[in-house]
């Protein structure tokens, strides 16, 4: 029996952890990965995603989620809300309706209250200090970029009966403009899935993202058959390649994706790290770090510095 389930970022560890057991049982497509994003977005201390999520220009939390079947093709989409607790699973919902499965802002909140989503303050007093941190900052030196803080929780799972299915849920860029939205609840960009194929998703800089409909694309690479291994780290050195020649830069950019038989692929342009468990291997952290030109990638476990190092940055007192 195959099963896998790998996320971005070392936020998704205890998530995947603790549901990576339903893809052995034929439960509902999506229910495990849906409620591991459920548990991230509820940690008030991973500060891009859900609850305790990073803030807009205006000191507004402001989120983005999606969920693809890739077994029915179906996706459900949200960009910009506000104040609804767990994004993922109004994403998930949008997925089930024949209609109106990409839904923003104003119109996204008045169909989950239709809905009975529950709503709640998402901005945190630690996230307001932030956002006031940064403030400072950048009163203080006008050529720093406000967009240096993000990342998005996305996962692609394989259940038992070879359903594929990805999410992604984030607040996007800190200190974007309201009503900016990335890449995360964008079909292609931010995810897909074909459960005949594999699933990717995508996280960092969104506005680079998008120019390449990255999670399509390596999804299309599985189609024709090339390796999930080293075709991701392909994808994104090719299109960081592209992207320096049309503008001297490209932001970060990092994907996980699997394949259809549960295999995992990862490529990234800058330090990046994820989280995978399958059929073989107890979940685990990996830290991902391209070289130079990007032509290679070294996989490891994380330090023990590492991690601690982690966990201090996400409590200690901002200063
Ligand atoms: N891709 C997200 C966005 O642009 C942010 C991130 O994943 O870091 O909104």
């Known amino acids: 029996m195959k099963y896998a389930m790998i996320g971005t970022w070392r936020m ?58 890739g077994s029915t093709l179906a996706i ?34 008045k169909y989950a209250q239709q809905q009975g989503f529950e709503f709640t303050n998402m901005l945190t007093k630690r996230a307001q200090q932030h956002y006031q941190k940064k403030l400072d900052l950048l009163r203080s030196d006008p050529t720093l970029s406000p967009y240096d803080g993000h990342d998005t929780v996305g996962m692609v799972s394989l259940d038992s009966q070879n ?40 996280t960092g800089l969104g506005e680079d993202i998008y120019k390449g409909c990255l999670s399509f694309l390596v999804v299309e690479k599985l189609r024709q058959n090339f390796d999930v291994k080293t075709v991701v780290q392909e994808v994104v050195k090719e299109f960081n390649d592209k992207l320096i020649q049309k503008y001297g830069k490209c932001g970060p950019i990092s994907i996980v ?14 330090e990046f790290s994820f989280v995978v468990g399958n059929h073989n291997q ?16 070294t ?15 996400r409590k200690e007192p901002i200063k």
């Open 282 to 297: 107890v979940t685990t952290i990996y830290l991902a770090q391209p070289n130079e030109d990007l032509t290679k990638l």
């Open 299 to 313: 996989i490891t476990k994380p330090s023990p510095k590492w991690l601690a190092d982690y966990d201090r940055a």
């Open 257 to 270: 994706a699997l394949d259809k038989n549960g295999e995992y692929g990862v490529g990234t342009n800058c």
């Open 12 to 69: 998704a560890y205890e998530a995947i952890a603790n549901n990576i057991d339903q893809l052995k049982q034929s439960t509902a497509p999506g229910a495990a990965l849906v409620q591991a994003i459920v548990e991230v977005e509820n940690y008030p201390y991973f500060k891009s995603v859900g609850y305790g999520g990073l803030p807009n220009q205006e000191c507004e939390v402001e989120l983005d989620a999606a969920f693809m079947n």
């Open 163 to 202: 359903n594929l299915c990805v999410g992604t849920s984030t607040s996007g860029l800190f200190m974007k403009k309201p009503g900016r939205v990335g890449d995360s609840p964008v079909m292609g960009s931010g995810f897909y899935a074909d459960s005949e194929v594999g699933g990717a998703v995508a």
């Open 76 to 109: 459900g989409a949200i960009g910009g809300v506000k104040n609804i607790k767990n994004p993922i699973k109004l994403a998930h919902h949008l997925s089930q309706e024949k209609f109106n499965s990409f839904l923003v802002a104003a119109g996204a909140e």
